[in-house]
């Protein structure tokens, strides 16, 4: 099973801010919804409440929330990294269309914190402006090396991978 992180991170290293990103970017919003679709995503309680509640739980995902102290109606509530993980071995519970060989982890911060130690792949938009935010993003280590990136008008695409 191949983990991968996806984040849009500002010039200076932030994800969000008040729970909402802090930029407008729909070419970023159409390849997080293309690379994401059909498969597994994790994310922490407060970043699925920040998703506009005509969105939630995401379409055509499965949903995986971390929660320590609550149960979430519409989606698979995991009490950590690890049994989300699990979960998603055991293809549980068993969405058709769902490919479980690729999950993705989609935030908040403490989420993409724990993503770091285990993830493969990383798929980060980059934000070429500074931006003040609230939630923040880990810094990428030298364990990962750029694949391949795209530039455009204000942000790239780029793809890193585990070495």
């Known amino acids: 099973m191949?983990?991968?992180?996806?984040?849009?991170?500002?010039?200076?290293?932030?994800?969000g801010k008040d729970g909402s990103l802090p930029w407008d970017i729909p070419e970023d919003l159409s390849r997080f919804r293309d690379l994401t679709y059909g498969h597994p995503?994790?994310?922490?309680?407060?970043?699925?409440?920040?998703?506009?509640?005509?969105h939630r739980p995401l379409k055509n995902r499965a949903?995986?929330?971390?929660?320590?102290?609550?149960?979430?109606?519409?989606?698979?509530?995991?009490?950590?990294?690890?049994?989300a993980l699990d979960m998603i071995k055991r293809k549980e519970p068993?969405?058709?269309?769902?490919?479980?060989?690729q999950v993705f982890i989609i935030g908040g911060e403490s989420v993409y914190k724990k993503g770091m130690e285990i993830a493969d792949t990383l798929?980060?938009?980059?934000?070429?402006?500074?931006?003040?935010?609230?939630?923040?993003?880990p810094e990428i280590s030298a364990d990962f090396k750029i694949e391949k990136s795209e530039d455009y008008d204000g942000f790239?695409?780029?793809?890193?991978?585990?070495v």
Do not use: Q
């Open 2 to 15: 191949e983990i991968i992180i996806i984040a849009a991170v500002s010039k200076d290293g932030y994800i």
């Open 123 to 137: 798929e980060i938009t980059h934000i070429k402006k500074l931006v003040y935010g609230d939630a923040r993003f």
């Open 94 to 101: 068993g969405i058709k269309d769902i490919n479980y060989n």
């Open 156 to 162: 790239s695409f780029t793809t890193y991978k585990r």
């Open 41 to 54: 995503v994790i994310m922490g309680r407060k970043t699925y409440f920040s998703i506009p509640e005509k």
């Open 63 to 83: 949903n995986y929330v971390l929660s320590k102290t609550m149960e979430i109606e519409g989606v698979t509530t995991a009490k950590s990294m690890e049994e």
